[in-house]
């Protein structure tokens, strides 16, 4: 799969955003996909005339879903390109499970629905922890620009780390959701070599029984040497792309926002079956990922996505 550099598969996710790129696709963060909430109702108990069998959010449920988005071709870029919008979402032998651009994150806390009867709930906050995974093939490939591309290629990083929040149930109503998670990744292949924390604060609420909106806030913070490998004019790379020598240091790299819907195509979110979701978000690089003549002289600080898909829950 290739997707740039930051929104996870939101449809991963609640686990969002930074900028998204060919090369890493969407934001982790949202989940994408009715799996999130639509538990979270399951949780709650069915609407009315929804019998409580037909609720698909058991010990183990999945969600399975493919589409297409739209992408700046690298972080920075001005250039937009097709990627593949894979999803999975779920949660087997109790442990949950929820994209992240191109990796996934788990969730060892993961808890199933209450039980009791129809209407059952708790108000109390619910914690996640986990291991969280991620590809990043930032300026790996599909480099529209030629003058970045004269620069050379990077090589593909996997990051590997820690993913941890809170949720807070029934916030402004009886069925909706605030989410606060971090996520922490170190490279473990060479790549860029450094550490990437990503804070991210969600929203999820239900329109009706058949059609969810999440929405989600984030941020992302790198260290000098990831800042350095993707960000950084080497005396090499000045030489073979014409663009001035440039050094850069960590600190915040972005600021987005994302936005996801799910429709039922019956009409009720709980009971599984077919759904389509349609994503679109949007994030501003800031500090020398917005100063580096990757993006200020050959593309943009601000980057958009989208993208749209069909799953299946069962």
Known sequence: MKTSYGLTFALGALSLTAPLNAQEGPPSEPQGGPPPGAQDSARQGPPPGVATGDIVFDDTWITLGVGAGLVPSYSGSDDYVFFPLPLIVGRVGGVGISPNGPGLNLDLLSQPPASGPPGARSSAPSISLGPSFRFRNDRADQIEDE????????????????????????????????????????????????????????????????????????????????????????????????????????????????????????????????????????????????????????????????????????
Do not use: C
């Open 147 to 314: 003058v970045v591309l004269a620069a050379g290629e990077l090589d593909t990083a996997f990051e590997v780390g820690v993913n941890g929040g809170v949720t807070f149930p029934s916030v402004f109503d009886r069925a909706d959701r605030l989410s606060l998670s971090t996520s922490v990744r170190w490279d473990i292949l060479g790549a860029h070599d450094g550490m990437v924390i990503e804070p991210s604060v969600g929203y999820f609420k239900p329109i009706g029984s058949g059609t969810a909106l999440q929405l989600a806030v984030s941020g992302q913070f790198i260290d000098d040497s990831f800042a350095d490998y993707y960000y950084s004019v080497s005396p090499q790379q000045s030489a073979d792309s014409g663009l001035p020598e440039f050094t850069a240091d960590g600190g915040l790299n972005s600021l987005g926002l994302t936005a996801i819907g799910t429709f039922d195509l019956d009409g009720n979110l709980l009971n599984g079956g077919w759904n389509v979701y349609a994503i679109g978000g949007y994030s501003r690089l800031v500090g020398d990922a917005a100063d580096t003549p990757y993006t200020a002289i050959r593309g943009s600080a601000d980057q958009f996505f989208g993208g749209i898909g069909v799953g299946y829950t069962f």
